[in-house]
């Protein structure tokens, strides 16, 4: 087991270096980019801030090097920069430089793998702040809904699945499969409106659970008890929100794979056995059919944690990681967006490996020491 160990850990770093070099070359022919986010702002006199952010203070060679100059260096020449003819090249090369772009494409990618190796994400291009501290910031609110979704879409889905698949064709399976197929086939942020409009705070039917933030004014004043409430009272809407679809998915891959287990042999000689029915499901049957749907935690754990929440966040007002990620995308924030996708990728990688391992939990007859990685 330990060897399998290393050899999956030791797999992660080409896995890893793949990730980035894919995303790095594709950023690479992407057109804009920061430069050119900040010579629009400049062209069209829009969020002016952001140039003395990046300057690093109020009024530098940035802010004066950032003005049109009438007849400047640019006339009769060329720019690779869209929209920088009239601006002083001096101004732009700043700016290459103070995003670390006046050095060739492969010293950039290699000085930015080395600094990750470290956990040394550098700051925000635009926001000026650690990109650590960004992270600690929206983690909070995350971890709370990939978790709490994950959690309980599994504490559902697991038991009704297994009662679908022991009353298979039954009136129970046939109205549950009804709610179930319908209930996948609106999509989560529908749901969310429908839920404010029947439950958040300001409707007209049941004003229950608050709307913004993932927890009220004065949380830290209040007592344990209340906070866990609280907590609670703002988590209840998005957390159903996003488990709609991932509830209905492992509901009906529990069903057919323990259907699968049922159906074989083994099952029908140990009822000719004489045990009992809950003896065979749990004792022989559980461990085999659970090992499928163990397989897909990974993959819906990382999705609830990362993508998934997006529109979630943007329904309900939470800033979250989905939410930063999105909007370093469209800003071009392209220090943020490299290191979330190393922390993710990094994340996901050690997930899979722990669910790999979950296997031999549920079912010690599984060797990984006769495997490859």
């Not at 529908?190 to 913004?212: K, M, N």
Request: hydrophobic content about 50%; aromatic content about 14%.
């Amino acid at each position: 087991m330990l060897a399998y160990i290393v050899r999956r850990l030791l797999l992660m770093i080409p896995t890893l270096f793949g990730i980035m070099l894919v995303s790095f070359v594709v950023v690479q022919f992407a057109p804009g980019g920061p430069v050119e986010r900040i010579i629009a702002q400049l062209q069209q006199g829009a969020d002016s801030s952001a140039t003395s952010r990046i300057s690093g203070g109020s009024g530098g060679d940035f802010a004066s090097g950032g003005q049109t100059q009438p007849g400047g260096g640019n006339e009769g020449g060329s720019s690779k920069y869209r929209g920088a003819q009239g601006l002083d090249p001096k101004f732009i090369k700043q700016l290459e430089a103070q995003f670390g772009f006046d050095k060739p494409a492969h010293e950039r990618f290699f000085t930015m793998l080395w600094n990750y190796l470290r956990f040394d994400f550098g700051k925000s291009y635009f926001r000026d702040v650690p990109i650590l501290t960004l992270i600690k910031e929206k983690l909070p609110v995350s971890i709370s809904l990939g978790l709490w979704m994950t959690l309980l879409s599994y504490a559902i889905s697991i038991p009704l699945g297994i009662r679908k698949a022991m009353q298979d064709g039954s009136r129970f399976d046939v109205w549950t499969s009804s709610v179930i197929i319908v209930g996948y086939a609106v999509p989560g942020f529908l749901f969310a409106i429908l839920l404010i409009v029947l439950f958040g705070e300001g409707s007209s039917f049941a004003p229950i659970f608050p709307l913004r933030g993932l927890v009220s004014d004065g949380f830290s004043a209040m007592p344990w008890w209340e906070k866990i409430f609280d907590y609670a009272r703002h988590l209840a809407l998005p957390i159903l929100s996003m488990a709609l679809s991932a509830f209905a998915t492992s509901t009906l891959l529990t069903k057919n794979s323990f259907l699968d287990e049922i159906r074989k042999q083994y099952v029908l000689t140990a009822r000719m056995k004489g045990l009992r029915e809950n003896q065979v499901l749990y004792r022989h049957v559980f461990r085999n059919a659970m090992l499928i749907v163990i397989a897909g935690f990974p993959g819906a754990f990382i999705g609830a944690f990362f993508a998934g929440s997006l529109l979630i966040e943007t329904v309900f007002s939470l800033d979250g990681l989905g939410l930063l990620s999105f909007e370093s995308i469209v800003n071009r924030d392209y220090a943020v967006v490299f290191a979330t996708l190393y922390i993710f990728s990094l994340l996901g990688l050690v997930v899979n490996l722990l669910s790999d391992l979950t296997y031999t939990w549920i079912d010690p007859r599984i060797d990984f020491e006769t495997r490859e990685a």
